[in-house]
């Protein structure tokens, strides 16, 4: 007896629209939760070679916070493509200039490095401030508790 894996048509994916708050949030326990739901594995119909998660709005980026010392160790690189054009960052540089970066590159890490992951990464809106332009698509309010057994 063989069983089947079940594939869902492309039409029947329902794509929801989520508003996370990083406010006060740590942000590798917030980043999980957003890949999480990019890639659709809170969904029964998760497929993994298939998009089926939803689009997520993350307010308030200027305030999520990171544990210890990483605000001034944890460094952000880039480069521009140049010979000697690496240029390094730390946390609370690149939060005080484009917070939305620190949450952009925590969540592309987590999702797949291939087609999918830059297709599933597109759905990720991140606003530094508490005002978003998706109101039209009429997002839920998405409570991420960061900390196990701690109720918000």
Same mark, same amino acid.
């Given at each position: 007896? $063989? ?11 329902? *794509? ?6 990083? &406010?006060g949030?740590?942000? +590798? ?10 890639? @659709? ?7 993994? !070679? ?11 980026? &200027?305030?999520?916070?990171?544990? +210890?010392?990483?605000?001034s $160790?944890? /460094? ?5 493509g140049?010979? @000697?054009?690496?240029?390094?960052? $730390?946390?609370? *540089?690149?939060?005080?200039r484009?917070p ?8 592309? +890490?987590? /999702?797949?490095?291939?087609? /999918? @992951?830059?297709?599933?990464?597109? *759905? /990720?809106?991140v606003?530094?401030?508490? &005002?978003?332009? !998706?109101?039209?698509?009429?997002p &839920?309010?998405?409570i ?7 109720a918000?």
């Amino acid at each position: 007896m $063989t069983t089947k894996t079940y594939i869902p048509p492309h039409d029947s994916v329902q *794509k929801q629209w989520h508003v996370i708050d990083a &406010e006060g949030q740590r942000l +590798g326990r917030l980043a999980t939760e957003i890949a999480t739901i990019l890639r @659709g594995k809170n969904k029964p119909t998760f497929t993994p !070679h298939m998009d089926t998660g939803d689009f997520v709005v993350v307010v308030n980026a &200027e305030k999520v916070v990171v544990t +210890g010392r990483k605000a001034s $160790t944890k /460094l952000y690189r880039r480069h521009s493509g140049r010979p @000697g054009g690496m240029k390094v960052e $730390t946390f609370d *540089k690149l939060q005080a200039r484009i917070p939305e970066r620190i949450i952009e590159q925590a969540v592309k +890490g987590m /999702l797949p490095k291939n087609s /999918l @992951g830059r297709r599933q990464f597109t *759905k /990720l809106k991140v606003y530094a401030g508490p &005002e978003h332009p !998706h109101q039209a698509q009429n997002p &839920e309010v998405h409570i991420v508790n960061t900390i196990p057994g701690e109720a918000k």
